[in-house]
T-cell receptor, first 115, second 114 residues
Framework: GDSVTQMEGPVTLSEEAFLTINCTYT??????LFWYVQYPGEGLQLLLK?????DKGSNKGFEATYRKETTSFHLEKGSVQVSDSAVYFC??????????????FGKGTHLIIQP | NAGVTQTPKFRVLKTGQSMTLLCAQD?????MYWYRQDPGMGLRLIHY???????AKGEVPDGYNVSRLKKQNFLLGLESAAPSQTSVYFC?????????????FGQGTRLTVV
């Protein structure tokens, strides 16, 4: 079956540091890929997505590129802020068009940014 | 913009009690889901529905039942709560349109079974 593997945390960085959170996946089809963010006490919000190989999703300074050859979708940000402290989930939808059985999630990476 | 609304937000149950969690969405989405979130486990799918009157089992369905009597509502029931069901529960919905597969989530229900 489908699966998503991401680095677990907590990951602790200083403000303005460069961030990379690794995500790799296995899928039977050609999935769409997502990063969701969960701020403390809240639900999940879509951060960015990519639907085909070499697509780059971006939002709020975060970026991730769909790498089919390495089955990866790593999340990056050039300069993190304290407000980026949250839990980040990598997820896939397979098949991409109508995954009725929902998204497959990684276990989440807890990111802590220190001032 | 309400989106996906879950009630209640918090609940404490005694072992053996029953309860129903309500999820309502106002986006006219066909698909709805219930997940549970546990530390170190990520989100796991409990049950889902692809339309009014339909339901299906997900990864961890035991101990839960669901109903989708109206398109906008998806109910999750616990008939006899157990401490292992202590978790945060999230409802989500999405459209099945091909290039728009984002799922929208509710704020969550934190359930403690003592």
């Amino acid at each position: 079956g489908d699966s998503v593997t991401q680095m677990e945390g907590p990951v602790t960085l200083s403000e303005e540091a460069f961030l990379t959170i690794n995500c790799t996946y296995t899928a039977t089809g050609y999935p769409s890929l997502f990063w969701y963010v969960q701020y403390p006490g809240e639900g999940l919000q879509l951060l960015l997505k990519a639907t085909k190989a070499d697509d780059k999703g971006s939002n709020k300074g975060f970026e991730a590129t769909y790498r089919k050859e390495t089955t990866s979708f790593h999340l990056e940000k050039g300069s993190v802020q304290v407000s980026d402290s949250a839990v980040y989930f990598c997820a896939l939808s397979d098949p991409p068009g109508g995954g009725a059985d929902g998204l497959t999630f990684g276990k989440g990476t807890h990111l802590i940014i220190q001032p | 913009n309400a989106g996906v609304t879950q009630t209640p937000k918090f609940r404490v149950l005694k072992t053996g009690q029953s309860m129903t969690l309500l999820c309502a969405q106002d986006m006219n989405h066909e698909y709805m889901y219930w997940y549970r979130q546990d530390p170190g486990m990520g989100l796991r799918l409990i049950h889902y529905s692809v339309g009014e009157g339909t339901t299906a089992k997900g990864e961890v369905p035991d101990g839960y039942n669901v109903s989708r009597l109206k398109k906008q509502n998806f109910l999750l029931g616990l008939e006899s709560a157990a401490p292992s069901q202590t978790s945060v529960y999230f409802c989500a919905s999405k459209t099945p349109r091909r290039m728009n597969t984002e799922a929208f989530f509710g704020q969550g229900t934190r359930l403690t079974v003592v």
